[in-house]
């Protein structure tokens, strides 16, 4: 997996909750994202530039990220980001801190490869689902999973409890359909001229 940097500056967190909408408020007012890392004992509350989280939100692929507060390095994983509903920029973000003996979540994006034996017949080859939900040691996360589909047929699907990685686990529902083989009315069209022969 590829490694991105992110600097941040720890944050005080207010007693009172109007005073910390107050604090949030100024924050993104000057541009700043607030976040929380996870999973290293205490939350630790810190905000980042917003520029300084474009490369790792605004991207199709996944990283480590090496997250630095106030000079302090650790390892962390992108959880989860709110946009704003109208002007979609970033409101908050969640890390989460890695523990190499520890497993954990994450979405990896998923690439088809191979020219499919239904698309040579006319059909069209959609990817119903981009990324799958993956539970494993940081290190076994690849950062594509690849699917073969040249063994795939007209009207065909590949499901994801037909899908096995080493190491990794895959959490979606066994019955999702990853990808498909659609006829197409070409293909559709040649399929009933062939019988008709």
Known sequence: ????????????????????????????????????????????????PAEGLRNLVYTPHIYVVDLIIDGKKVNAILKDIQFHPVKDTILHVDFYQIDEAKPIVMEVPVQMEGLAEGVKAGGKLTLQMRKLKVKALYNAIPEKLIINVSHLGLGKTVK??????????????KEAVVCAVKLTRAARGAAAAAANN
């Not at 720890?10 to 910390?20: G, H, M, V, Y």
């Not at 899908?163 to 529902?173: D, H, I, R, W």
């Open 1 to 48: 997996m590829r490694s991105i940097e992110v600097k941040g500056t720890a944050r005080t967190i207010a007693e009172r909750s109007s005073e910390q909408a107050r604090a949030l408020k100024a924050i993104r007012k000057d541009n700043g994202v607030p976040c929380v890392l996870y999973g290293a004992g205490e939350n630790v509350h810190f905000t980042v």
């Open 160 to 173: 994801v409890g037909e899908l096995s990685y080493e190491g990794l686990e895959l959490l979606n529902a």
